[in-house]
């Protein structure tokens, strides 16, 4: 009888901190995504600087870049049977590749 109800305890234990974990975890979850938005947001805003930005920083003139975002430039290539040049500006304090990695898998 008391090993049923020590095993009992162990259980309800076991499960309290399963829901913990499920709470924390769903927790994360939503502070993710809304980083995630947060940061397309700042993207959307800074497209149309990236080719000026380009352009003072390695001094040539930048090729037209994709006005969507990276999954249309891939698909668009693709259709068009072209490559695709990625440029990657890491030097910003917003640059994710969370949100690329997101958009193509």
């Known amino acids: 009888q008391q ?8 259980q309800l234990l076991h499960l309290e901190q399963f829901g913990q974990n499920v709470a924390k975890a769903l927790e994360e979850a939503q502070a993710a995504s809304q980083r995630l938005e947060e940061l397309r947001k700042c993207e959307e805003e800074e497209r149309p600087c990236w080719g000026a930005l380009f352009e003072s920083r390695y001094e040539v003139t930048p090729h037209a870049f994709h006005p969507g975002g990276f999954a249309e430039a891939h698909h668009a290539a693709m259709d068009a049977k072209k490559l695709l040049l990625l440029w990657l500006d890491s030097s ?3 640059f994710d ?4 990695a997101e958009e193509v898998f």
């Open 3 to 10: 090993q049923l109800q020590r095993q009992w305890q162990q």
């Open 92 to 94: 910003s304090s917003t």
């Open 97 to 100: 590749p969370r949100i690329m």
